[in-house]
């Protein structure tokens, strides 16, 4: 079965109105809301063949259609219009956060709370909280021919291994020169100094001999450190969660507060997320997130990467207009510490 661009039409008319009304959404309401030119009965069949593609659900108590998860997927990836924001936004954006930017954690605490107030769902901030480990050594411990174990170990005790994918030949002697080249290097810096280098350049007589080995194993070695890195997560917003329709189900709030209560695991979801402005939505998530949808963007301070702003709630959610407000906040702020040369303590060393 194809999906035409009547099909595209109808489905795009039927997430917006069910984003905004929470309500399931039937034919004879697209028919007299939306000019389509189609009768009430040929909206009914086009929506029954999208049920049947999985692009709608149909809840038993009601003759309406709502959107699943993989309706959101392809709203978000192709029908959804991003527009700029609004100036009224900007105005109250820049009223309160103006004055705070100079210290980047209690910016960051505001920032959320500005989010959540624009979005009324819950909004994060995550940020790194201090100078970091120092590295005590590094280990490159072979696995089999296609595969190593980069293990990096700090002076508090930290250990972190991951598994390394080659492309290319290697010997023990070679992982050996690799470890004792890093270590020497590296012995003493903190996690954050050492993610402002530039590995490749700053290592590259030493290496020369390791240039395809390297090349492997160098990117992996700066992602684990990343994921070493100890973090703050501010989150605002609670209450909102009592005026969204989909949690006036007791048991659906509280596995929803459970849920964003247990910072730990959040944390480790946000650090791991792709950088840029990533949607995940139901099921892309964890098997213990599949009813909520995530929207983050990263942050920069003078250039380096920072952390993430986001929001988390149920599926049914303002995609666009998220989306265009978490942009300008994390624009806003790198472009603020960037211009200004706000004097960040130990916070901009990422």
Known sequence: MELNERKLQILQAIVADFISSAEPVGSRTLSKKYDMGLSPATIRNEMSDLEEMGYLTHPH?????????????????????????????KDQISQR??????????LMQRTAGVLSEITNLISFALTPSGGGSALKY?????????????????????????AVKLNCPYTEENLRLMAKVLTNNLRGRTVNDILTMDIINTLR?????????SDNVLPSFMQTLQKMLDVNLYMEGYSNVFSLPEYNDIAKARDFFSLVENKDQLTDVLINRDNGLIITIGDENSADMKDVSLITADYRVNGKLVGKLGVIGPTRMKYSEISSVIKYLTDNISRSFE??????KENDDE
């Open 61 to 89: 108590t009601s003759a309406g259609r709502i959107p699943s998860a993989k309706a959101y997927r392809l709203y978000v990836d192709q029908l959804m219009q991003t527009r700029d924001l609004p100036q009224a936004y």
């Open 205 to 213: 007589s030493d290496l020369r001999s390791l240039a395809r080995l």
């Open 138 to 162: 590094v280990n490159v411990l072979p696995v089999d021919e296609g595969t190593v174990v980069l293990m990096i170990v700090t002076e508090d005790g930290k250990i972190s291994n991951t």
């Open 97 to 106: 956060l103006d004055k705070y930017t100079d210290e980047l954690d209690t």
């Open 339 to 344: 211009i200004e040369g706000s004097t960040v």
